[in-house]
C-alpha cells in the first residue's frame, strides 16, 4: 500500500476502500515546527452514514465468525505493529509533536492491547449451570452490532488500540473518528487492519470534528459510542449518545495530584515527579499536574528544580500541540505568577532553534499555589506542576479530594501506612504508590471517578468486555431420561 498517497491527503476509509469525501477541508500541522504535513476533509453526516451502511453490511458475516477465527486477524496485526514500529513511531511523533522514545513506547503499548484482545479465547468462556434436573441456564457473550469510537489528539496511536482489538475481536464492526489534529496514524491502522486481513466494513474510518461526533451520537443504527477526550467535550458527548439510547463510556480530562511525604525517596520522587509532569509534554490524562507536599519537602522540591534543567524543550521535551496550547499555558503560568505563586522553574518563551515554528513550552514548576487558582483547579495539559503545601495528610487528602477530575493520584512515601490512607480515601479512579504515572496495565482497566470518566465500566481491560457486549441468556430443557412419552 502506497502510505505518501494515503497520508498527504487524508481520506476516509469505508468498506475496504480509502476515498476522498469532497467536503470543506482543513491543514493538519506538525507541532515540531509549524509546517503543514497534509490536509483533512471534514466529513459530513452523509458520511457518517455510509460509513455505518458499511459496519452494518459486514456485520453479520464477522460476527457469526467464533472468536478464536476473529483472533487469527489481530494476532498478524500486532506483529505488523511490530515491523513497522519505526515509521508508526515517526508519524505519531510527526503528528503529535512528541519524543521519539515516547511515540515507541505508545505504539509498544498498542502492541500490548492486541495481546490482551487475542486473549479473549481463554478468557470469554461462557457461564452454563444445570439450575435443576435437566434444565440448564447458560449466558453468552454476543457483539452489540456497529459501534463508535472517537479519540483525542495526544495518544494517536494507542487511544484508537484501546477501543479497536477488543471492539472488533468480540465480533462488533466500527466506525472510528480520530482527532483532526492527529488523523495520520489513525490512517495507517487502518491500512494494517486491511493488510493483516480485517474484512472490508469492519473497520471504517471517519475524519473530521464536531459533525462528525454528532452524526455519530445520533444515528440510530450505531448502539454504543466510546469516547476519549476533554471533559467537556464527553459531557456532551455522553449526554448526546445517551440521551438516543445508546450505550456510552467518556472519558474526560484530569488533574491529577500527587502527594508527596517528608519520608519520600528524594531521588525516585523527584525524578518520578517530573517524568508525570513533563513527559510527553504534560499532554497526558495521567500527567501529575499538582504536588501536595506535606509538612516540608523542601530537599525534594529543590531537586526536581536542579533535574528540570536537564529537560530539554525540542530534545527530550517533546512540543505541545498547537500555538493555541502554548498560548494557553503560558497564560496559565501568568495568571499564577499574578496571584502571588511563586515560578521556579519558568518554561514560557521558549524558541528551538531550527524549530522556530514549533509549538515548544520548557518545564515549569510553580511554588506556593493555593486551591483557589485557576492553575491549582483546571487542566492545564502542559509541562507544568503546581505546587501547593499541606501541613499533614489529611489536608493533603482533603485537597486531592475536592478536585472535580479523579483520575489518578498518587503518594510518595516509604510509610506502608500512610501510602494505605491515600488507597483508600483519595477520590480517582487509578491511585500510584511511589509510582507519578500509575497506568494499569492489561489486563486491569484504564478508567477514572468524578468528571473525568462518565458512564459504567473502564475503557480497557477485563472490564471493556462488559461495554463491547451484551449478554443472552438461554434455560433450556434438555431430556436426560430420553423420554418419549410425554402424556404420562
Ligand atoms: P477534545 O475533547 O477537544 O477532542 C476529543 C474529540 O472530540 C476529538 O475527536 C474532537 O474532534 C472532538 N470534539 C472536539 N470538540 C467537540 C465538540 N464541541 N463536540 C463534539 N466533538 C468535539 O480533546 P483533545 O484536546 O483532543 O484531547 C485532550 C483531552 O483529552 C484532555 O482533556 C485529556 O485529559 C483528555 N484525555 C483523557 C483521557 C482519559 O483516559 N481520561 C485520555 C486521553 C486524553
Known sequence: MNTNDTLSEVKNYIDGQFERNGQNSMNVFSPLDGSIISTLPLSTNSDVDKAVQAAKKAYPSWSSKTLKERVQV???YRNLLEQNMDELTKLVRLENGKTYSEAKAEVEKSMELCEFAVSMPQIVVNEVQEVSKGVECRIERKPLGVVASIAPFNFPNMVPHWTIPNALVLGNTMVMKPSELVPLSTVRIAELLKEAGLPDGVFNLVNGGKEVVEAICDHPDIQAVSFVGSTKVAK??????????????????????????PDAHEEM???????????????????ASVMVGVDNVQHIIDR??????????????????????????????AEAEANGAKILVDGRNVTVLGKEGGYYVGPTIIDYVTTDMSVAREE?????????????????????NGSNYGNAAAVFTQSGGLAKQVMDRASAGMIGVNIGVPVPREPFSFGGWNESKFGVGDITGRSSIEFWTQNKKTTIKWNPEAKTNWMS
Do not use: W
Open 74 to 76: 489481530f494476532f498478524k
Open 236 to 261: 456532551l458527548v455522553y449526554k448526546r449518545a445517551t440521551s438516543n439510547l445508546k450505550r456510552c463510556v467518556a472519558l474526560g480530562g484530569a488533574k491529577n495530584h500527587l502527594i508527596v511525604l
Open 269 to 287: 520522587t523527584a525524578s518520578n515527579v517530573l517524568a508525570s509532569m513533563a513527559g510527553c509534554a504534560g499532554q497526558r490524562c495521567m500527567a
Open 304 to 333: 526536581m528544580v536542579e533535574e528540570a534543567k536537564a529537560l530539554v524543550p525540542g530534545d527530550n521535551l517533546g512540543s505541545v500541540i498547537t500555538a493555541e496550547s502554548k498560548a494557553r499555558i503560558e497564560g496559565y503560568i
Open 380 to 400: 492545564i495539559f502542559g509541562p507544568v506542576i503546581s505546587i501547593i503545601r499541606a501541613k499533614d495528610l489529611d489536608e493533603a487528602i482533603e485537597i486531592e
